[in-house]
Antibody
Framework: EVQLVESGGGLVQPGGSLRLSCAAS????????MHWVRQAPGKGLVWVSR????????NYADSVKGRFTISRDNAENTLYLQMNSLRAEDTAVYYC???????????WGQGTLVTVSS | DIQMTQSPSSLSASVGDRVTITCRAS??????LNWYQQIPGKAPKVLIY???SLQSGVPSRFSGSGSGTDFTLTISSLQPEDFATFYC?????????FGQGTKLEIK
């Protein structure tokens, strides 16, 4: 069964850091580009970042550029999102997602909640 | 960035109704348009990709059409499990952008 499981969310103070993880199973992780998408409470979906299958190429939304870093460990089948200088507006459920050719997300994790508050 | 605008933002309908949701892109995205369904508290689920291709396992009452800037998602006969929020998403350029969502409620 194809599965993505996020972890690492929690409560953090403004200016703090957090690292999210996404453990993949049931497919050949190293064959797929991977993405992070977030959803603030009661709001819509917002694309955050993506990384190529070998980790050599990354892209970010302007709102997180310079603060967030996406990475992956293909030996451990794990995707990461390092989040620094967190702001209240970063409060959201963060989903990792597998992308298929054509750019659609065919597999999502269950999400992990990040709350930035003092 | 490409802006995606869905209409309506909310919709009330009854079981058995035919429902259409539209999505407009701020510039041409060819057929790089995908539709998702999200039930509260759950992750989104892809219904339609490449504007009109039905994802495996998705009921055939869901269909998509359009190209360029204008797209539609149609549910031919609403079932109780279809009441959720629907999002369109363009995958033509990064940043990939989503519509604001259409909340489908039971009348």
């Amino acid at each position: 069964e194809v599965q993505l499981v996020e972890s690492g969310g929690g409560l953090v103070q403004p200016g703090g850091s957090l690292r999210l993880s996404c453990a993949a199973s049931g497919f050949t992780f190293s064959n797929y580009w991977m993405h992070w998408v977030r959803q603030a409470p009661g709001k819509g979906l917002v694309w955050v970042s993506r990384i190529s299958n070998d980790g050599s190429s990354t892209n970010y939304a302007d709102s997180v550029k310079g603060r967030f870093t996406i990475s992956r460990d293909n030996a451990e089948n794990t995707l990461y999102l390092q989040m620094n200088s967190l702001r209240a507006e970063d409060t959201a459920v963060y989903y990792c997602a597998r992308v298929q050719r054509g750019g659609y997300f065919d597999c999502w994790g269950q999400g992990t909640l990040v709350t930035v508050s003092s | 960035d490409i802006q995606m605008t869905q209409s309506p933002s909310s919709l009330s309908a009854s079981v058995g109704d035919r429902v259409t949701i539209t999505c407009r892109a701020s510039q041409s995205i060819s057929s790089y348009l995908n539709w998702y369904q999200q039930i509260p508290g759950k992750a989104p689920k892809v219904l339609i990709y490449a504007a009109s291709s039905l994802q495996s396992g998705v009921p055939s009452r869901f269909s998509g059409s359009g190209s360029g800037t204008d797209f539609t998602l149609t549910i031919s006969s609403l079932q109780p499990e279809d009441f959720a929020t629907f999002y369109c998403q363009q995958s033509y350029f990064t940043p990939y952008t989503f519509g604001q969502g259409t909340k489908l409620e039971i009348k």
